[in-house]
């Protein structure tokens, strides 16, 4: 099955909306200021986090060279994100194929993250959002208590 660009940003856009709901409860029970901070074809903000093996990844140094997939995700080991995570693993190749970079980002420590990583056998980078959570605040997948 062949995904266009446009397509694959449509699933990671979903992707990204279906994670809302879950951070958002773990950071606080109240609605967010804006429900929808990002739109399809929005510009995607720039970030730098550090990935599970304590480098720097700089989202704007994708652009124009690769296509992004970010997936916000609460926290390693849990039971229904460590089957999404894995889905994206069974289909590396694909990604690979399509020039993809697949960034997975949760509020988790940079151990935790290499744990769960090296557990899953992920071939693609997980970047922690901790201790501050800017970036999933960013992205509006936290809400402020």
């Given at each position: 099955?062949?995904?266009?660009?446009?397509?694959?940003?449509?699933?990671?856009?979903?992707?990204?909306?279906?994670?809302?709901?879950?951070?958002?409860?773990?950071?606080?029970?109240?609605?967010?200021?804006?429900?929808?901070?990002?739109?399809?074809?929005?510009?995607?903000?720039?970030?730098?986090?550090?990935?599970?093996?304590?480098?720097?990844?700089?989202?704007?140094?994708?652009?124009?060279?690769?296509?992004?997939?970010?997936?916000?995700?609460?926290?390693?080991?849990?039971?229904?994100?460590?089957?999404?995570?894995?889905?994206?693993?069974?289909?590396?190749?694909?990604?690979?194929?399509?020039?993809?970079?697949?960034?997975a980002v949760s509020?988790?420590?940079?151990?935790?993250?290499?744990?769960?990583?090296?557990?899953?056998?992920?071939?693609?980078?997980?970047?922690?959002?901790?201790?501050?959570?800017?970036?999933?605040?960013?992205?509006?997948?936290?809400?402020?208590?």
């Open positions: 099955m062949f995904l266009s660009c446009r397509s694959i940003r449509a699933i990671s856009m979903f992707l990204f909306c279906a994670s809302l709901g879950i951070l958002s409860i773990l950071d606080g029970a109240s609605p967010p200021l804006d429900p929808n901070p990002l739109r399809v074809g929005d510009e995607a903000p720039d970030f730098k986090l550090k990935d599970q093996h304590g480098e720097t990844v700089q989202l704007s140094r994708f652009r124009g060279s690769k296509n992004v997939v970010i997936v916000f995700f609460p926290l390693a080991f849990t039971g229904g994100w460590r089957k999404e995570l894995t889905k994206y693993q069974d289909d590396i190749e694909y990604f690979f194929k399509h020039n993809t970079e697949i960034l509020v988790d420590t940079g151990p935790s993250q290499k744990r769960f990583a090296e557990e899953l056998g992920a071939q693609y980078r997980f970047l922690s959002d901790w201790p501050d959570r800017q970036v999933s605040r960013l992205y509006g997948v936290l809400l402020k208590k």
